[in-house]
């Protein structure tokens, strides 16, 4: 073999691209002196592309398949370097192998609230965030407005610019949608895809698309979150005047299982106020008028009868019921400190309530 027969050897080249870094959207082949030989095989695989650029000017583009770098598959390039058939010596080109498949789960979200009137609340502020996808559909357009002469580009790069188009027109989507802010959530699906669609022209513009596009949560700012949460709460409670009477009756029996809780706790209040208001050497200052001991805590009774309990009720409740025949001595009652169920006249209380009832009617005549 002659020397001439060597060097040539030196320039046949197998140009390829395989990548695992799954973030590398365009990757430039290195070649010493970017020269390629005549003749050269070119692999595309798919999910690529390849794109010749020549001289800062771009040439051709290659889809999936395996090629021969000569005239007569690269028509462009002839016309730039107006080659002959019979020209042998390599040429000076750059390779970008571009990916053409699917960029998942990338990240979008609002940095700052945005300003809504809402159809029931009024003005609100609303934030957002979600998920999509993008893939390169022209790699001659992605590398001639995006890309430009880096060697190796990735996701990263442009998800960036991606983020506040796709913001942008969140914003707009959301501000004139004219949805409640409690009926958002079941219209995801359509507000992502109205979203979508508006950013699609100025994507395509960097030879982009975004096949999926999805918005995952639309909240309120946490404040007004918890007004809401409270405003949900009112409307479980349902009618007030009831909801406070039961809490006044589960307070009275929690203070009947514990009667000297309360007066403890007063009593102890009492004495630290003494306490803070005794002089330095421990007098006190003039006695002031004592106030009156708090008030005795009414029991309230529970009513055994058929087998089932109804309750609590206050004495005076009973004595109502007495009146009007729903209670009478023999029924049984109990009371939180009572040693089990007893008959109404058998308990001192109660027994007073049936003193005043006048005595039953006579018979007939």
């Known amino acids: 073999m002659g020397i001439l027969d060597f060097l040539s050897g030196q320039f046949i080249d197998v140009i390829h691209w395989t990548d695992d870094t799954q973030d590398t959207m365009v990757w430039r082949f290195e070649r010493e002196g970017h020269e390629i030989k005549y003749g050269a095989k070119l692999t595309v695989r798919e999910g690529q592309a390849a794109v010749f650029v020549h001289e800062g000017q771009l040439a051709d583009v290659f889809k999936p398949g395996l090629y021969m770098l000569e005239t007569n598959n690269m028509p462009i390039m002839t016309s730039l370097q107006h080659w002959d058939h019979a020209f042998k010596s390599p040429f000076k080109s750059e390779i970008y192998f571009v990916d053409t498949t699917r960029f998942t789960d990338l990240k979008w979200g609002t940095k700052n609230p945005i300003m809504c009137r809402d159809p029931e609340f009024g003005p609100v502020r609303l934030r957002a965030f979600g998920t999509y996808s993008m893939r390169v559909t022209d790699a001659g357009k992605f590398l001639s407005e995006i890309v430009g002469t880096d060697g190796e580009f990735t996701a990263d790069e442009i998800s960036l610019q991606i983020r506040n188009i796709v913001v942008q027109e969140v914003s707009r989507v959301l501000a004139g949608s004219q949805i409640p802010v409690l009926d958002m959530a079941a219209n995801t699906g359509d507000l992502g895809k109205l979203v979508a669609d508006a950013i699609a022209p100025t994507i395509g513009n960097y030879g982009l698309t975004i096949p999926e596009f999805y918005i995952e949560n639309i909240s309120l700012p946490e404040e007004v979150e918890k007004m809401l949460d409270k405003r949900t709460s009112m409307g479980i409670v349902g009618d007030l005047n009831r909801f406070s ?61 058929n087998g089932q309990t109804t309750g609590p009720f206050s004495t005076a409740s009973l004595g109502r019921m007495a009146t009007e025949g729903g209670f009478s001595r023999e029924t049984l009652v109990w009371t939180a400190g009572q040693d089990g169920w007893k008959p109404a006249g058998e308990v001192a209380e109660l027994a007073r309530l049936f003193t005043v009832m006048p005595p039953p009617p006579p018979p007939p005549a």
Not at 262 to 271: E, F, I, P, Q
Not at 288 to 293: F, K
């Open 245 to 305: 009477q039961f809490s006044a009756a589960e307070a009275m029996t929690a203070a009947a299982q514990n009667p000297g809780g309360a007066m403890g706790a007063g009593l102890g209040m009492g004495m630290g106020m003494m306490v803070g208001q005794a002089g330095p050497w421990g007098a006190a200052p003039a006695a002031a008028p004592s106030a009156p001991p708090p008030p005795p805590v009414e029991h309230v009774w529970h009513i055994a009868a």
